[in-house]
Every structure is written in structure tokens, then in C-alpha cells.
């Protein structure tokens, strides 16, 4: 224990911001993500904002991998680069984080192991805002832990003027090759954004092992094809009305062996594509802002358990949403906001059946400055949804400048999330389920729960600022995969009589606490050299007074310390990032799998600039080459090399 203790207190001490790092601690950007535009420290909540230059800079090659960096988010991934990742926040599950793109929801209704497919290229964003704690009263289900809005350039306005782009090749280790290119416009009332990337590497390869049998498993390779492809446009028609449109593609093909199953016979390959559209029309004068939003969603996804027998399970994905809002500001005391959502969601499976489901939500908000240091938001949401009923989810928010360099903050709310079709279907339409396959319960409830938080923001200095959150949240429902006998599963799928399934059900009486740490620093020395130093720490407790063992409940690390760090000398800069992380270890004996109680790793990258156009990179994963898994039996990266050219034109 006195080594994890080291290891984390070193990070906060020697570590880098992952959100300040060229500019420092800014809080002058308006957080979209809380629907009523504020200064992160009017907000009442712990949030980070990752910037487009700081997303440039990290040693990393997709948006999980930058995620991972920031403090307070568990990214679980089951391969590297962006293969597929669970996303978690304080102690939740990898379903209970909400995905927004331009603030339209993309998690997919099949499943949430599939909400870190962001189909968005790295050089279309303009930020990442990343937002702790509950936010369903303004967003409606799955946001329980919290939520990740990735806006785009073309929405968030900030398109150069002119024509110009981008351009990045890379290759690497295990014939990896990385490339990325964006070509935008702007004039006075037309601007637009065509971004692209490619993704692909034979992968590492894994040899055989003997498992506790003897058996011996057969050597694979960790391969992976992911192409990304999106185009974007924004017109003023008028002074006070714009229209804003973006839509994209998303394929992945990949090795998923042992990402759901710890058998020895998975030798399972997925492929999953998704296309993504927002249309987005606003009306804004001196006083009201008026807005229609509408995205759509497609998606499938095949997965093929075994070449060695029929195992393809086939699903469509269709997911609609449509917004409509209306922000009025009363006065400079008082601000409202009002909204009403309208979403359909529906799938198309061989192994889940065919279903849809219809959800309607209304929405208000206030904001109230009772003096120029105190800013109060109280949001009341009514949800409905075929699956669940209805469901009234308030939330209150404030925040207190107590002195120039102290802020308190304070949030307590209620949150929701809906069971999605794997938990309410899966395998509940095949013949003959063998005991220990994960099984659908149709009767599932949402789950509930209800969430606080207390902090500080305390700027010791122009150059430091150290920030401390503690939180509760106590759920009641919440669903896992619980093994349970046949006869108690009742009328559910085609079971042996005698055998134990993982059956979907709502555990009751679900609590976790914890508390956040962050500290950030950052000098400028003179016009060539530039040092940002910053930390984080998480502690997540979580338990049920039942003491049933469940999947994924309590699947999060209990110890998460993230930490980066950046140098600019000259032409020279030099990006190293770190995270530890300490959990229960598990292990699987059919596939000799273990996943150790804690790992740490480093990714670095050293960039030179020849001239204003024209750079390059060196990059190394996993720079110690750890052994590690995020998810037991699949297998993360060892170290991997990739140099890069960049040009700007």
C-alpha cells in the first residue's frame, strides 16, 4: 500500500495538465455542455475542458486514448488505438456516461461497450468538455456518472477564415499506419470542414499459452481497420439565424477475442460501422436564443464468435433524436431555459429479436445570480419511456466565489438510465443456451439513483490551482449480470433446467463515494520556453449490502491517478503522459488470463518544428513496455513506435 501511495503522490507532484497545457488554467470558455452556456466556475460542477491544441500535442491516436489522460475518467479499452473502449466516471459502469457530439447523444442502443465509437476525426475538434457527476435532469438517461461532449469547429464557429487544412502520415510499429487530413473554409456567411483518418495495423502477436487444462491455445494477432470520414457546414441565412449541419462514417473491423467471453474456443472477430448526422437550426437575438436539433444514428455491427462453427450474430441499429429549446434572459439576475426531446430508438438482431422503443422528455432550467459571486441552476426534467414509465429527475447546482482565488461549488440531482437491448435480449432468441452464457431479462427497470458532490477551486497563485471534489451517489436498481439457477430465471430463452446463467437483473442498494483531486500548474519562461505541470488523483468506493457478485458493478479502478506533462524549448516540445491505476485482480484459468491488482503506464512524444508548415513527431506507447489488461483476457499493447509528418497549408 505504501507503494501505491508513492507512486500516486508522485504524479500529483510531478505531473502535467491534461487541460492547460499551452494556455494554463483559463476559465473564461463557455461550457455548452451544461445547456446553459456558463464560465466553468459558474457552474457548480468539476469539470475540464481539453482544448484543440492540447489535443494536438498528446501522445495519443484517438479519443479514448486522450480521455484516459484526463482526471476522474477510467477509459477501459480492450485494444489499443481506439479499437473499443468502456468509459467510466466515478465508479459508474461503462453505460452510465453519456456520449454527446455537438450535444446530440450517440451511445448506441445495443449496447454501451459500443459508446466509445466517436465518429468524429481528432482534427475536427474544437474541445472536449467533460462534465462529473449527474446530468440527466438536462439531458435525460445515461447520465450518471457524467458525460463527455466532443464539439466540432464547424459548430462551435471557430473555422478560419479562408481556405486551409491540414495533413498527418504515420507509420509504426506491427505495420501500423496513421493518417489523418482536414480541408476547411470560411467567409462571411458559409463556412465548412471535410475531415478524414485511417487507422490500420497487422497487430501484435499474441503466442500460445497452456491454460489450467493443459490445453494448448492457439497464437492470433491483435489486427485492427478503422476508417473515419466526415464533412460539415454552417450557413447564416440571416444576422440572428444559422443553420449548422454535420454527418460522418465509422468503420472498424477488428480481433475481439475474449473482449466478452473468457473461453477458450472465442477466436472472435467484430466489425461495426455507424453513420452520424446533426442538422442543427438557430434563431438567437439580444435577449432569446431558439433552437431545432435532429440527429440520426445507423448502425451494425456482426460478430462472429468462431470461424470453426455458424456463431455470426447480425444487428441494425437506428437511432433518432429530435430537440427542440428556447433561452431567455429575463434580466442579468435571471436566465431560463426550456425544452422538450423526442427520441426512437430500435434494433434489428438475429440473437436479440426485433424491437423499438419510444421516449419523450420535458425540460426546465434557471439560472439565478443573486449577487455577481453567486450563480444558482436548478433544472427539473419529466422522462417517459415505453421501456420504464415515467420518471421526474431534478437537480440543483451552485457556486460561490468566496474570495478572488476561492471557489465553492455544490450539485446534488437524480438520474436514470434505461436498460439497453443486449441487457433486456441478449441470447433470448437462440436455441439451447449452455450454462454461463449472459442472458436478457425483458423486465428490466431503470435504474435509479441519486448523486451529490462538494468542492473547492483554490488558486494559490497566477500559476497554480488546485481543485478537490467529494462525492456520494446512492443507486437503487442498478443492473448487472448476476449468476443465477434456471428455475429462478423463469420463461426467459431456451435454458437447461439444471444450469446457471448471468442473468440481467436490478440490484438494489448500490453506494459509492469517493473524492477528486486535482492540481495545475503552468510557466512561461519567455517566448521559446513554456513548462505545464498539473495532476490528478480518484478514490471510488463502491458496494452493495447484499454482497451479491455482479459483472460489472463494481468494475472500476478504486485508485485512478492520471497525470501529463509538457515542455516547449525553441522548435523543440516534448509531451509525457502517465496514469496508475489499482483495482481487484481477477483471473480467468481457461485462457491462463490474469488482471493484476494495479499497473502504470507512459506514453511520451518529441515533436520538432522545421518550419510554420511543416513538423515532426516521434511517438512511443507504452513507453516501459507494460504487460497489462483493462479487460480480462484482452490484451493491451506492449510498446509501440510510430514517427509522423505534419503539414499545415
Known sequence: MLRKITAITALILLSASVQSQTKGYVDTVEVTGTQIPLRIQETGRNISVI???????MPAVSIDEILQFVPGVEVQSRGGFGVQANILMRGSTFTQVLILVDGMRINDPLTGHFNGYIPVAKDEIERIEVLRGPAAAMYGPDAMGGLINIVTKTFAGTTPEGIGGTADIGIGSNRHINGAASVSGRNDRFSWNVSGMINNADGERIPGQINAD???LEPFRTFFEMHTVGASLAYKIKDNLRVKFRTSYDYRDFNARYFYTNL?????VETVSQSFSVMHLEQVTAKRRSDLQVSYRYSTDDYTFSPDFPSTNSHVMQFTNVITNHLWEVDDRLML????QFTHRQIASND???HDDRHTGVYAMA???PAESLHITGSIRADYDENYGLEYLPQLNFSYAHSEGLTLRGAAGRSIRAADYTERFVSNNLSNLTPGRSLGNPDLLAEVSWSQEIGADIRLSPSLMVKATGFLRQGDRLIDYVLTPASVIGNVGDLDPEGEYFFARNIADVRANGAELELIYTKRINERRRMTFSGGYTFVNTYNRDGVVSVYIANHARHLATASAMVTEGRWSLNLSTL????????????NATLDPDYMLWNGNVGFRISENFSLSAQVMNIFDTAYQNILGAPMPGRWLIGSVHVRF
Open 337 to 340: 431555459k426550456g425544452g422538450v
Open 214 to 216: 493443459g490445453d494448448a
Open 264 to 268: 477458450a474456443s472465442d477466436k472472435a
Open 352 to 354: 436479440r429479436g426485433n
Open 367 to 369: 439560472l439565478y445570480r
Open 580 to 591: 496508475y491505476k489499482a483495482r481487484d485482480a481477477r483471473a480467468a484459468e481457461g485462457i
Open 51 to 57: 482544448s484543440a491544441e492540447v489535443i494536438r500535442e
